[in-house]
């Protein structure tokens, strides 16, 4: 019998509802398990939502970003997660992307059991290719945020951020909110 290690990597916005009273302005962020469908009017989330993936692969988590007032030029970046104990062994965001929304008019003839919503209604689907987005007033915009983990990414805590600005009607704001990945090392038996 032989052995592989396999590093597997669990997820979560440590800050997984923040309120940040920023002068008269209110702002919801979230985090929220990537197999979950945002809504434009979806609740706040309560808890983390820990995602697992195996070395080599990618991990996926979302971000969700509420705000009563029209936002305008939302922005969101995610700083390097660095493993903690070390100065140099860190995970890099690949891509950080806006979800978008798609009408959908018509309701299919014979709807599954575990349907969503009930046509018509804005149905999130594509991740959306821009640096920027507005938001439209008491809307929530989810994130997504997706992260390589190398075959040979060291087991331990790593640490980062991820940062959102905009402007609104009221001023323009700034926040930042942990993000954590934890990788471990297992053994998997191969034959």
Same mark, same amino acid.
């Given at each position: ?11 979560? =916005? ?8 920023? +002068? ?6 979230? @985090? ?18 820990? @995602?697992?993936? /195996? ?13 009563? %007032?029209? %936002?305008?030029?939302?922005?969101? *970046?995610?700083?390097?997660? =660095?493993?903690?104990? &070390? +100065?140099?062994? +860190?995970?890099?965001?690949?891509? =950080? ?8 008019? @018509? ?5 599954? /059991? ?25 809307? /929530?915009?989810?994130?997504?945020? &997706? ?20 402007? &609104? *009607? ?5 926040? /930042?909110?942990?993000? +954590? ?7 998997? =038996?191969?034959?």
């Amino acid at each position: 019998m032989s052995f592989r290690q396999c590093a597997v990597a669990a997820i979560a =916005v440590s800050a997984s509802i923040s309120n940040i009273a920023h +002068a008269q302005l209110h702002l919801d962020v979230w @985090a929220v398990d990537p197999l979950v469908k945002v809504f434009p009017d979806s609740p706040p989330a309560k808890g983390e939502a820990p @995602a697992e993936v /195996a070395a080599g692969e990618h991990a996926s988590l979302q971000v969700v970003v509420r705000c009563p %007032v029209l %936002v305008r030029s939302l922005k969101a *970046d995610v700083d390097d997660l =660095v493993l903690e104990g &070390t +100065a140099g062994k +860190a995970l890099k965001a690949r891509s =950080v992307r806006f979800v978008g929304y798609v009408p959908v008019d @018509a309701a299919i003839p014979k709807p599954p /059991a575990d349907r969503l919503r009930v046509a018509p209604a804005f149905f999130p689907d594509p991740l959306l290719e821009k640096s920027e987005t507005n938001v439209s007033p008491g809307a /929530a915009q989810p994130i997504w945020i &997706t992260i390589p983990v190398p075959l040979d990414a060291s087991p331990g805590l790593y640490r980062g951020q991820i940062s959102v600005s905009a402007k &609104t *009607d009221q001023g323009a704001f700034s926040a /930042a909110f942990p993000l +954590a990945v934890r990788s471990s090392w297992t053994s998997r =038996v191969s034959g």
